[in-house]
């Protein structure tokens, strides 16, 4: 057998091996896991703020009040629905803080005493 071969045979055999987890990918597991559900909560409850906020931009901006049925002026009540999604987005980064801060309290010793081992032994 030449070396292309071999390493062709080499290249294939290691798509069907199984593959060994380190202590490396325990780390960046645990990470995503830490920073996951921050995320998924900042995504989606910045996406309802903005919403909230377009929502009261169209009432004041547009005709849409009068498709609705609304027989009075829109723009106190569009005022007062994009300042409450501007407030649900001022708050959203807060929370997202507090969420992430909590989960990295909660998985700190395993992060940090993963980090020592692969630290000293190198592996």
Do not use: H, W
Not at 21 to 29: N, P, Q, S, V, Y
Not at 59 to 70: E, F
């Amino acid at each position: 057998m030449n070396q292309d071969q071999e390493l062709l045979i080499q290249k294939i055999r290691t798509r069907y091996a199984g593959k060994e987890i380190t202590t490396l990918d325990e780390l960046r597991a645990l990470d995503r896991k830490v920073k996951r559900p921050a995320n998924v909560f900042a995504c989606i409850f910045g996406s309802i703020a903005a919403i909230v906020m377009g929502a009261g931009m169209s009432l004041v901006m547009t005709d849409i009040a009068a498709k609705i049925g609304m027989t009075f002026d829109p723009m106190i009540p569009g005022i007062a629905v994009g300042v409450v999604g501007m407030v649900l987005a001022l708050v959203n980064y807060p929370i997202y803080k507090g969420i992430l801060g909590s989960r990295r309290k909660k998985y700190a010793d395993r992060i940090l005493g993963l980090s020592d081992k692969i630290m000293n032994n190198g592996k």
